[in-house]
């Protein structure tokens, strides 16, 4: 570890003092070590991942019908792979992208053979797996058409239960019971957990001057295994700033 003695007694080969007349050089710089390779820093990193990946998000796909149509379907498209010990911080979204790069193809066994070929290559993976599902003759024309009927069920109470399995990313609401922060467990096949805590009062500053304003505090437990800290804390950021637009 960087920070700490490692599981052998090692000492940290950083140090906990500070030099006020420490001046950073180019040659000091490049002597820093690479944080996104401290794998022995996290607990677990040195353990192979079975089954990671994105689950049920939706995408327009092709098909040929009978009589030789080809048809645009909205797609529930779920797709995993298994990775090494060795390997952490995997990019979820090149899954996604894997798709973008034949979107426009007519989805076939061949077509699927292509995603699972780009998944091996792109993530670096020992064995890749890809299920998908749709309803026919339902055609949707955009990659958010089903956010509305979504929005709906939410407000009726009515999600179906596939909607509420295999999840990527969970939302916990724990404010309501109480507290501001928490650090929930991460279970696969779920990647991140953001917890929204008890909304509270504080002084902020506006304009120069401090001012009371209700604040909202947000957490987020990530798998290091499957997510970078850059990836989490981007994240985090952007929903801080949607937020920050709501009226």
Do not use: C
Not at 36 to 51: C, F, L
Not at 120 to 131: G, N, Q, Y
Not at 145 to 157: N, Y
């Amino acid at each position: 570890m960087y920070l700490h003695r490692n599981s052998a007694g090692a000492a940290p080969r950083i140090a906990r003092s500070y030099d006020t007349k420490f001046t950073v050089t180019p040659a000091y710089r490049a002597s820093l070590p690479d944080m996104m390779e401290t794998a022995e820093a996290i607990p677990g990193a040195h353990v192979p991942i079975q089954q990671v990946g994105i689950s049920n998000f939706k995408l327009p796909l092709n098909y040929r019908t009978k009589a030789g149509k080809i048809l645009t379907l909205e797609t529930s498209v779920t797709g995993t792979v298994s990775l090494q010990a060795e390997l952490k911080g995997i990019n979820m979204s090149r899954i996604m992208r894997a798709f973008y790069d034949h979107k426009d193809e007519v989805t076939t066994g061949e077509w699927m053979g292509k995603i699972l070929k780009a998944y091996l290559r792109k993530v670096e993976s020992k064995a890749a797996r890809l299920k998908i599902r749709f309803s026919y003759p339902m055609t949707q024309t955009s990659l958010r058409s089903g956010l509305d009927h979504m929005r709906r069920d939410v407000e009726a109470r009515k999600i179906p239960a596939d909607e509420l399995r295999g999840n990527t990313i969970t939302l916990s609401n724990f404010g309501m019971i109480g507290g501001r922060y928490s650090a929930p467990v991460v279970l696969p096949p779920t990647v991140a957990i953001v917890g929204a805590g008890r909304i509270f009062q504080g002084v902020v500053a506006a304009n120069g001057a401090p001012a009371v304003h209700r604040l909202l505090p947000l957490s987020v437990t990530f798998d290091h295994r499957a997510v970078t800290g850059g990836e989490a804390g981007r994240f985090l950021a952007a929903v801080v700033a949607d937020l920050g637009k709501a009226d």
